[in-house]
């Protein structure tokens, strides 16, 4: 499998070549609770959102609305995690856990490199987050994987497929993947910060 990467990747596949159970139709965040964005997150989708929504481009999307919340959720953790984009991150290339990722956070705060990673991102291609599904879930296994080889102690993987205005959410615990029965609307933007700042629990308690 060389020559294939995660975005090949399909739901259906992932599932069967990465031997996972799947669970869906789960309401995997009704208890988190929800974060206030910080005053320069609400300034910029104040702005940003009717723009991104305008132009209506993948690019526009990424850019404007994605980029600019996960800046904010390293932002909430005084830096202490690091963001990615459009990285290699090429994990094990006979399963095809390789190529780039659109988005990654990483517990540790260095940003040359990536060292611990815990939540990957991906962006919805022609809007269509289904699709999205399966090379997120790739990316997650490879993730996992990465953790595994270097002793990080992550417990759970998330991931998410964002058109930047609409979330869906997931986890990787073992070999069980599950997929939240909802999407959370950009407006919702409180309870997308509290999802994606889950994993970063210990961090939020000390700053």
Known sequence: MSN?????FT???AKTNFELT???NQDLFSKVEPVKPS???T????EYIPLATAINTEKARSELLIS????DVRRQLNYRISLFSGTEFNVEADLGLQGYCDFLLSFSSEQYFITAPVLTIVEAKNE???RGLGQCVASMVGAQLFNQRADNPVKVIYGAVTTGTNW???TLEEKIIRIDVGEYYVKEIDKILGIILQPFGEYRENS
Do not use: D, G, M, P
């Open 22 to 24: 799947l669970e869906e």
């Open 68 to 71: 600019q919340i996960l800046a």
């Open 43 to 46: 300034t910029i989708l104040r």
């Open 128 to 130: 269509n987050i289904i």
């Open 4 to 8: 294939v990467s995660y975005s090949k």
């Open 168 to 170: 869906k959410f997931l």
């Open 11 to 13: 739901l259906e596949n």
């Open 39 to 41: 005053e320069i997150l």
